[in-house]
């Protein structure tokens, strides 16, 4: 290896573990920041969700993250209890290409659950994921384990970070994005993520609090 080769290799390293430390650093500041402030929304949607629908406020599952290594990630029930169980019989009615599932009039849904689906208030509870180290606050959306099995290869490099709460497939579409298109966003992201394009996706997440037309 030629000395310039080398010089350049450790000032990519030495750039790549300052950005991880500056990103752990900012995960857990604004996840607590964000668990403060949105402290009383949480509180309101717990009550509702306990109000309409019998079951657990937190609904928790296994997803794969860093290195395909699985964890526990946590959401408000948004459905009924035993959603896993209908989901069996909707296969059929998947109007997403790939191994995910998505269906725009989803029969498993509550009424709160709509509307915490609708301004992402559903993913709140990951802030505590983010904490723990499970994920950032910015990364490729988690996987379940069944649906990584369906994944090409060239689809493993997202599983180089950690997966998290908003990313660009969160915040240019959603749903009307194709699953292979999906994958593209998040490989764009592991090759090119930087601080720069965190803050910019982190600020544009914003707006999708207000309600997004396409997700469900």
């Given amino acids: ?3 310039k080769l080398r010089e350049d290799v450790n000032v990519y390293t030495q750039h ?3 950005y991880e430390v500056v990103k752990r650093i900012s995960d857990i500041f604004l996840s607590l920041i964000g668990l403060i402030i949105l402290s009383p929304i949480l509180l309101i949607v717990a009550i509702a969700i306990k109000l309409e629908s019998q079951g657990p406020l937190i609904f928790s599952q296994e997803r794969v993250g ?4 699985n964890f526990k990630m946590y959401k408000f029930r948004s459905m009924v209890v035993n959603a896993e169980e209908i989901k069996k019989k909707l296969k059929h009615k998947n109007e997403m290409s790939g191994p995910m599932f998505k269906m725009k009039d989803d029969p498993r849904i509550t009424r709160v659950g709509k509307f915490i689906r609708k301004t ?4 709140l509870p990951q802030l505590v994921n983010v904490i723990k180290g499970d994920m950032s606050l910015v990364g490729p959306r988690p996987s379940l384990p069944e649906e990584v099995k369906e994944f090409e290869p060239w689809m493993m490099k997202r599983f180089e970070v950690k997966p998290g709460l908003t990313c660009y497939w969160q915040v240019n579409g959603r749903n009307k994005i194709g699953f292979e298109d999906w994958m593209k966003l998040d490989i764009y992201y592991v090759n090119n ?3 720069a394009v965190d803050t910019k996706l ?4 914003f707006f999708v609090l207000f309600g997004d ?3 469900h």
């Fill in 193 to 195: 993520r930087s601080v």
């Fill in 202 to 205: 982190i600020f544009k997440t």
């Fill in 1 to 3: 290896m030629s000395e």
């Fill in 120 to 123: 992402s208030i559903d993913e």
């Fill in 16 to 18: 790549a573990k300052s």
């Fill in 66 to 69: 860093k290195d395909r290594k």
């Fill in 213 to 215: 037309k396409n997700a």
